[in-house]
């Protein structure tokens, strides 16, 4: 990659990104004996976007936005939701770790960078899940200290307050173009790297360098 201009931080998304949370699995778990397999695939994906939905409006504790975008979802395919399905999708989040790599190849950036996480976690989880990825973040930024979820992008201009710098002076790393690389391009952010998990296809116009594994980070970012 080449950087337009040296950054001062690197910022990562968390959940997906680094740690291995696959959101659609825990839905599967809970649900398996409600979800048919043939509307399985759109059903999910529906749930998704409402969960977008619901991250746009003023701030509200993460398993509401999991618990309404389930009920929307299953009254729109007519699948049964029963109470505490949310919360049990929700309470699988603190005791998922990284993904492979993650570890290492954080603890090697941080040789050369100041490390920043930016989550749609609530704070009642985001310190045991950072502890998983054993890496020195300098800052770790909430959706409820900001007071809205990514991808608004009222989000990435906290993100940019809170550290004091101009857009030129981070590098924002995800998986989500949808939460964070589409918002954090249409802040001007150039410097951008989607780490492909599978989770959602790759969209070059959004201008980011596209890596499928993490040890790839430090490479990438000369460090």
């Known amino acids: ?29 809970v649900m398996a004996d409600r979800i048919p397999q043939e509307v399985e695939r759109a059903f999910l994906r529906l749930t998704g976007q409402l969960r977008i939905d619901e991250c746009m409006g003023e ?34 989040l603190p005791s998922r770790g990284p993904h492979p790599g993650v570890p290492a190849a954080l603890q090697r ?39 809205v979820y990514k991808p608004r992008l009222r989000a990435f201009e906290y993100l940019l307050d809170r550290l004091g710098v101009e857009r030129d002076q981070i590098v924002h790393v995800s998986s989500s173009p949808q939460y964070d690389l589409r918002p954090a391009h249409d802040m001007g952010i ?3 790297i989607f780490v492909d998990r599978g989770f959602e296809p790759d969209q070059p116009w959004l201008g980011y360098e596209r890596i499928t594994d993490i040890a790839d980070l430090p490479r990438v970012l000369g460090a």
Not at 1 to 29: C, H, K, S, W, Y
Not at 60 to 75: A, G, N
Not at 80 to 89: M, S
Not at 117 to 140: K, M, S, W, Y
């Open 190 to 192: 150039s410097q951008k």
């Open 1 to 29: 990659m080449q950087l337009a201009a040296e950054p001062e931080f690197v910022t990562f998304d968390m959940n997906g990104t680094l740690i291995n949370f696959r959101i659609n699995d825990a839905i599967r778990e």
């Open 59 to 92: 701030w509200k504790p993460f398993h509401q936005i999991v618990e309404q975008s389930l009920r929307r979802s299953t009254r729109i395919f007519g699948l049964d939701y029963r109470p505490g399905d949310g919360g049990a999708v929700y309470e699988q």
């Open 109 to 147: 950036l941080a040789k050369a960078f100041r490390l920043v996480i930016i989550t749609n976690t609530d704070d009642a989880h985001v310190h045991q899940l950072v502890e998983h990825l054993d890496a020195p973040f300098e800052v770790v930024i909430t959706a409820e200290e900001m007071g």
